[in-house]
């Protein structure tokens, strides 16, 4: 049974992940936390669903294998494939990146005309629809595929000429559809949040599902009786795990983290 002075898992299929924990470590910094980024297998974008939901299986299970408490599924490809399939099949609370950012949406939108950008992956699994339409059956959705986002967010871009000029035309079919609340539906979204906002304008809500998760962890752990009972997080233990070589995850994790991600091994998943 999950303890309170377990850990929180967080697995992603790369990097991205680390901006759910950035947000983990801010809203609760005495939290231990455990990382799993599937750096050989990524992306899961152009995997199939069973291929995405069998690598989630076997990262979820390498999570339990340190004894977390809880689990945030941060890639969205895994949240919007696997994510039904976890939930049935494991006991501990797992939670998504998808439902948490829905939620702020409807709840900041004034017109309910509200916009996804993603991974086509992400677009293309109807995840985002079909939560939106759970909520509110007459809010109108408007997803657009955004895929050089992640290069231009791993590269550095984050301010831009190419990166502007790119966001313009991604995000042209969202201005044209006037969404005044725009879910950044990929972990790598949030650096590029200036860029995205000056291309949107000042009366879009921008939503970063790595913050809202961030959030949902934060109450379900209240709710379960499950925070961490140690206050101060300054010696909270934060472990990395990959799957490929660790020097191309320590040298980005500046990047999403704030600082270079320490602890860091690789490790075969298949084989837990």
């Keep these: 049974m999950p303890s309170a002075p377990s850990a929180i898992g967080i697995f992603d299929s790369g990097i991205g992940g680390l901006t759910v924990v950035k947000e983990l470590v801010d809203l609760l910094p005495g939290e231990p936390l455990v990382y799993l980024g599937d750096t050989a297998r990524v992306p899961y974008g152009n995997k199939s669903r069973e291929t995405v939901v069998k690598f989630s299986t076997e990262n979820v299970l390498f999570l339990l294998h340190h004894g977390v408490k809880m689990i945030v599924v941060a890639c969205h490809t895994a949240s919007s494939f696997a994510l039904p399939f976890l939930t049935r099949h ?4 797992i939670l998504g990146v998808i439902e948490p950012g829905v939620e702020a949406a409807l709840a900041a939108s004034r017109s309910g ?4 950008i993603g991974t086509q992956a992400t677009v293309g699994s109807g995840a985002y629809p079909a939560a939106v339409s759970r909520r509110d059956p007459k809010a109108r959705l408007t997803q657009a595929a955004c895929p050089l986002f992640v290069h231009l967010a791993e590269e550095g871009w984050v301010d ?7 966001a313009r ?3 042209a079919p969202l201005k044209q559809a006037r969404v005044d609340a725009l879910i950044l539906g990929c972990t790598h979204y949030p650096l590029l949040k200036s860029v995205i906002g000056e291309v949107m304008g000042p009366r879009v809500a921008l939503i970063d599902s790595a913050r ?5 962890a934060q109450g379900v752990l209240k709710e379960l009786g499950l925070t961490h009972p140690a206050h101060g997080g300054a010696f909270a233990s934060r472990r990395f795990f990959v799957t490929d070589e660790p020097g191309h995850f320590e040298r980005l994790s500046r990047r999403f983290l704030g600082r270079r991600a320490g602890n860091v091994s690789r490790v075969d998943v298949a084989k837990i």
């Design 113 to 116: 005309r509200i916009g996804v």
């Design 90 to 93: 494991f006991s501990h609370p």
């Design 169 to 171: 035309r991604y995000l």
């Design 212 to 216: 809202q998760v961030a959030l949902k």
């Design 160 to 166: 831009d000429a190419v990166t502007r000029q790119i």
